[in-house]
């Protein structure tokens, strides 16, 4: 019975799209990739008999959101976030690690589910690169340009760039985010990864401040700053909005980088199975407090000293959770991604409290 080599298989993709299916043993992971559906003696062959397949769909070589070509592994449906780990496994148990690292996305409206190619023996499809892609050159400002992600003229470093990359990416992990919307943001996303990777970090600049723009939704009209006691609680129910947001983008963050962690590790599962305690902070740190502000200025008269003791409370409850919580006090000092997300809760809710003291 013929071999299953997972290298020659990936050397085999080249600028095509394949079958790939990840199958999971007690111990052992297997990626099997194919141009056409696998058949049972492929199976047998990739030593899958005993396996249970984890998902199906499509491999091929696409450029990230930082313009780099990395493999591709497309799914029906919304990744589940342990798949690219099991698939990162498999790629080191057979000594893949060349191809690493691997991204997982859903498939797009119109993309096949999978494909059936004839390849003939010969044709290795063997994916060559002349040199590894640019990656964003280091602290090079931008040109003066009325586009920098601050919506406002000036210049932006790579770095700053990269960071506000990486924000934008976690934040398009939103469930809630429209699929076709999803699709036409990541796009943007890459366009902007390859102005950066030749170093047009100017155009790349303008692509992602429509991404931000986009995903903070709809601007207000335009109208002049309210600095009454009413309006500035207003202007922090939209502070506690955004560092909320922030929030949830921090906590994927983490998560991705616990998980990539322990990707090869025998307790990886166990771990993997922990990650919805660190997204139920969530259910505390949530929009009660921001719904309450809103009402600054439309509160009644009459209803107003039942409304400031009730947001007073509901302040006091987030800042006894944020510094109380064992999860939420360790996790600006976790060692797996560096954030400060929870001191920037504090600040805004200690803030907060003065604010409404004084009204």
């Known amino acids: 019975m013929a071999s299953y080599d997972l290298k020659k298989a990936v050397e085999k993709i080249g600028d095509k799209r394949l079958n790939f299916a990840l199958y999971k043993g007690e111990k052992e992971r297997q990626v099997v990739i194919s141009p056409k559906p696998p058949t049972k003696t492929l199976l047998e062959a990739a030593g899958c008999a005993d396996m249970t397949r984890v998902t199906k769909g499509l ?187 922030k929030f949830a983008g921090e906590l994927n963050r983490i998560e991705d980088a616990i998980l990539e962690t322990y990707a090869s590790a025998e307790k990886y599962n166990d771990i993997a199975r922990q990650m919805p305690r660190l997204h139920a902070l969530q259910k505390t740190v949530n929009k009660h407090l921001e719904t309450q502000l809103a009402l600054a200025k439309s509160i009644p008269a009459p209803e107003v000293d039942a409304w400031r003791k009730s947001l007073r409370e509901a302040i006091a409850a987030q800042l006894d959770f944020i510094q109380g919580d064992p999860l939420m006090c360790a996790l600006d000092d976790n060692p797996f991604h560096k954030t400060g997300i929870r001191a920037q809760l504090l600040i805004v809710l200690q803030k907060l409290q003065v604010e409404v003291a004084k009204a």
């Open 59 to 245: 491999c091929f070589w696409e450029k990230n959101a930082e313009g780099k070509e990395i493999l591709f592994f497309a799914v029906k449906g919304e990744p589940q976030s342990t798949w690219k780990d099991l698939i990162t496994k498999a790629f080191r148990s057979h000594k893949c690690e060349t191809f690493l690292p691997v991204e997982m996305r859903s498939l797009l409206a119109g993309e096949p589910e999978e494909v059936s190619l004839d390849v003939g023996p010969e044709d290795t499809g063997a994916h060559t690169q002349t040199a590894s892609p640019a990656e964003v050159p280091p602290e090079r400002p931008v040109q003066e340009s009325p586009t920098a992600p601050d919506g406002s003229s000036g210049t932006i470093s790579a770095a700053e760039f990269k960071d506000r990359l990486r924000t934008v990416i976690a934040e398009l992990k939103d469930p809630d985010l429209d699929a076709t919307e999803h699709a036409r943001l990541t796009a943007l996303i890459r366009q902007a990864g390859d102005f950066a990777k030749s170093s047009d970090l100017a155009s790349a600049a303008a692509l992602l401040v429509s991404v931000e723009k986009s995903l903070a939704g709809p601007e207000a009209p335009a109208e002049a700053v309210d600095d009454s006691p009413a309006g500035r609680l207003a202007r922090f129910g939209k502070a506690w909005s955004a560092a909320r947001k």
